[in-house]
């Protein structure tokens, strides 16, 4: 199911794993949103630095900046992207990463397409929200 929406969303997707790198790219591309990929937390900040993100899906654990040194870095940014997480591994449960900013978390394996939902049901509320 594709949500009702014309507009088209910067996606950065952060995972350690290239495989689940692709599979997310592919899903978000399929649904015509542009998407950019880090393969580190570091890298993703970098990346929410210098470019307009609308949402951030990433894993937990990773080399080099997890996903908990990203929603820091998120939550500290005047404008924020929507931010989910994808893990199989966390230090912290569902609720903890939602207490902590994080809009949702989904445990892997995880449906992708429900993913793509969730997402662009999130960032088109938020669109709908701000133009109230």
């Known amino acids: 199911m594709k949500i009702d929406t014309q507009s088209k969303f910067n996606v950065l997707i952060v995972d350690d794993d290239i495989d689940v790198l692709s599979y997310m790219a592919e899903e978000f591309n399929n649904h015509g949103h542009h998407v950019r990929l880090a393969s580190s937390g570091n890298e993703a900040i970098e990346i929410l630095k210098k470019e307009n993100i609308d949402s951030v899906i990433s894993d937990f654990r990773m080399p080099n900046g997890n996903g908990l040194t990203i929603l820091n870095f998120v939550n500290s940014m005047k404008e924020r992207p929507i931010f989910f997480f994808v893990s199989a591994q966390s230090d ?20 992708f397409k429900k993913l793509v939902y969730e997402v662009e049901k999130e960032l088109s509320k938020s669109i709908k929200d701000g133009a109230t």
């Open 92 to 111: 912290l449960s569902s609720e903890d990463c939602i207490k902590l900013g994080a809009h949702q978390y989904f445990s892997k394996p995880f449906n």
